[in-house]
């Protein structure tokens, strides 16, 4: 779902209906006995250049999901596996210092090819699952997490087809039996997109017999590719009515009106969970999606400071939030603004005409909060090498919240 140097392009909204979350009390999947009622916190994680899986702060995390592996020959595959298979291997070790860590491995990404094939026959989906039994049980792993961009739509121009629907249902039951055969049990998750479109695409309350949890993509709302300002992880569900007589209003409306949108709002994570739930999916095997990059635009003029506006174009397609903690919190140049309705923070500087949509610890922390309070499954991020390395760090924020 997600690739370090590629652009993810989507995702959209969550909101909770009226039942409060159920406090102090264990809750058994119909699958794996997986769930509970604590916030799960579930990092995407790309090893790092400089590998030092000792100092990963696995203490704080419920779950580290490896990535990636590929489809490969029909089969789930490192690209490179003397070089991924240790680090992999060191990663598991780490279960030492938080032995309730769960250690997943995730296959896909954005532009990763070979799904619709891999899932087109019983006896194409046969071979894959039985190479992904053998990864697991190579690597010792907990589970893994489906990260196919997407069925039924192509992205990136991968191959999509119609057949694609179904064939992930099957995958998707194909793959629990496969991983209720293990001793102990497994976890299973795919990436899904934070936009109505993709839930036309696939069989969502099937999937879910299957899934312990979809981790709902509720970044790149505005994608690495538009030229109009906006937030790109908001949580909250800014109306259209928000934002009427800016740009962005005027392109949402575009899109709307030739079927490119199915909604007419813009995207948010609440928007998104609200969506699910009226589809029918358990609150309890929603996780929603915190970004740790940020988009910076350029050319973008001064009006309601930069936000929702025509820009000159991408400045910076995505940005490391430890570079933007690094060289734009500390330059007086960049403000820092809050968008009460999104509740999600920008900046803006006039001198350069810059805008950066992103993630910081307050937002972080809020949709962890909204996760406990709307009782959903919890939060997860791409990708944990994007974090600070110092203390108040965005991982920081979130285990805080999860545990006041």
Same mark, same amino acid.
């Given at each position: 779902?997600?690739?370090?140097?590629?652009?993810?392009?989507?995702?959209?909204?969550?909101?909770?209906?009226?039942?409060?979350?159920?406090?102090?009390?264990?809750?058994?999947?119909?699958?794996?006995?997986?769930?509970?009622?604590?916030?799960?916190?579930?990092?995407?994680?790309?090893?790092?250049?400089?590998?030092?899986?000792?100092?990963?702060?696995?203490?704080?995390?419920?779950?580290?999901?490896?990535?990636?592996?590929?489809?490969?020959?029909?089969?789930?595959?490192?690209?490179?596996?003397?070089?991924?298979?240790?680090?992999?291997?060191?990663?598991?070790?780490?279960?030492?210092?938080?032995? !309730?860590?769960?250690?997943?491995?995730?296959?896909?990404?954005?532009?990763? !090819?070979?799904?619709?094939?891999?899932?087109?026959?019983?006896?194409?989906?046969?071979?894959?699952?039985?190479?992904?039994?053998?990864?697991?049980?190579?690597?010792?792993?907990?589970?893994?997490?489906?990260?196919?961009?997407?069925?039924?739509?192509?992205?990136?121009?991968?191959?999509?087809?119609?057949?694609?629907?179904?064939?992930?249902?099957?995958?998707?039951?194909?793959?629990?039996?496969?991983?209720?055969?293990?001793?102990?049990?497994?976890?299973?998750?795919?990436?899904?997109?934070?936009?109505?479109?993709?839930?036309?695409?696939?069989?969502?309350?099937?999937?879910?017999?299957?899934?312990?949890?979809?981790?709902?993509?509720?970044?790149?709302?505005?994608?690495?590719?538009?030229?109009?300002?906006?937030?790109?992880?908001?949580?909250? !569900?800014?109306?259209?009515?928000?934002?009427?007589?800016?740009?962005?209003?005027?392109?949402?409306?575009?899109?709307?009106?030739?079927?490119?949108?199915?909604?007419?709002?813009?995207?948010?994570?609440?928007?998104?969970?609200?969506?699910?739930?009226?589809?029918?999916?358990?609150?309890?095997?929603?996780?929603?999606?915190?970004?740790?990059?940020?988009?910076?635009?350029?050319?973008?003029?001064?009006?309601?400071?930069?936000?929702?506006?025509?820009?000159?174009?991408?400045?910076?397609?995505?940005?490391?939030?430890?570079?933007?903690?690094?060289?734009?919190?500390?330059?007086?140049?960049?403000?820092?603004?809050?968008?009460?309705?999104?509740?999600?923070?920008?900046?803006?500087?006039?001198?350069?005409?810059?805008?950066?949509?992103?993630?910081?610890?307050?937002?972080?922390?809020?949709?962890?909060?909204?996760?406990?309070?709307?009782?959903?499954?919890?939060?997860?991020?791409?990708?944990?090498?994007?974090?600070?390395?110092?203390?108040?760090?965005?991982? !920081?924020?979130?285990?805080?919240?999860?545990?006041?």
């Amino acid at each position: 779902m997600k690739s370090t140097y590629l652009s993810f392009i989507f995702l959209l909204t969550l909101i909770l209906s009226c039942s409060a979350p159920i406090e102090n009390e264990q809750e058994t999947s119909q699958n794996t006995g997986i769930l509970t009622s604590d916030p799960v916190i579930m990092a995407y994680y790309v090893a790092e250049r400089d590998y030092q899986p000792g100092k990963i702060p696995v203490e704080k995390l419920t779950h580290i999901i490896y990535s990636f592996t590929n489809v490969i020959d029909g089969e789930m595959k490192f690209r490179n596996e003397d070089s991924a298979g240790p680090k992999l291997e060191a990663l598991v070790k780490q279960k030492e210092r938080n032995p !309730d860590l769960k250690v997943m491995i995730a296959c896909g990404g954005w532009g990763a !090819d070979g799904f619709s094939d891999m899932a087109l026959t019983e006896e194409s989906r046969t071979k894959f699952i039985k190479s992904a039994s053998e990864f697991i049980a190579k690597y010792n792993l907990d589970g893994m997490d489906m990260d196919w961009e997407y069925p039924g739509i192509s992205g990136a121009g991968t191959m999509a087809r119609p057949e694609d629907t179904k064939n992930f249902t099957a995958l998707m039951k194909g793959l629990r039996e496969m991983l209720d055969q293990f001793e102990t049990p497994k976890i299973l998750t795919f990436a899904s997109a934070g936009w109505k479109r993709y839930y036309d695409f696939i069989e969502v309350n099937e999937v879910m017999k299957y899934a312990d949890y979809t981790n709902v993509m509720t970044y790149d709302q505005v994608s690495g590719v538009s030229i109009y300002t906006g937030h790109h992880t908001p949580l909250g !569900d800014v109306k259209k009515g928000d934002i009427e007589g800016t740009p962005f209003q005027v392109h949402l409306d575009s899109l709307y009106q030739n079927g490119g949108n199915l909604d007419p709002d813009p995207r948010s994570a609440e928007k998104i969970v609200d969506f699910l739930i009226q589809e029918g999916v358990d609150p309890k095997q929603i996780v929603i999606g915190s970004a740790f990059y940020g988009r910076v635009w350029k050319g973008v003029p001064p009006a309601n400071n930069g936000l929702y506006q025509l820009s000159g174009g991408l400045h910076i397609g995505w940005m490391a939030y430890h570079q933007i903690r690094d060289n734009y919190e500390p330059d007086g140049k960049f403000k820092r603004y809050w968008d009460e309705k999104a509740k999600s923070p920008y900046m803006y500087n006039a001198e350069d005409s810059l805008f950066v949509s992103y993630d910081d610890t307050v937002s972080v922390a809020l949709k962890t909060e909204y996760t406990m309070k709307k009782g959903l499954g919890g939060i997860m991020f791409w990708e944990l090498g994007n974090d600070t390395k110092e203390a108040g760090s965005l991982l !920081d924020a979130i285990y805080k919240a999860a545990n006041d």
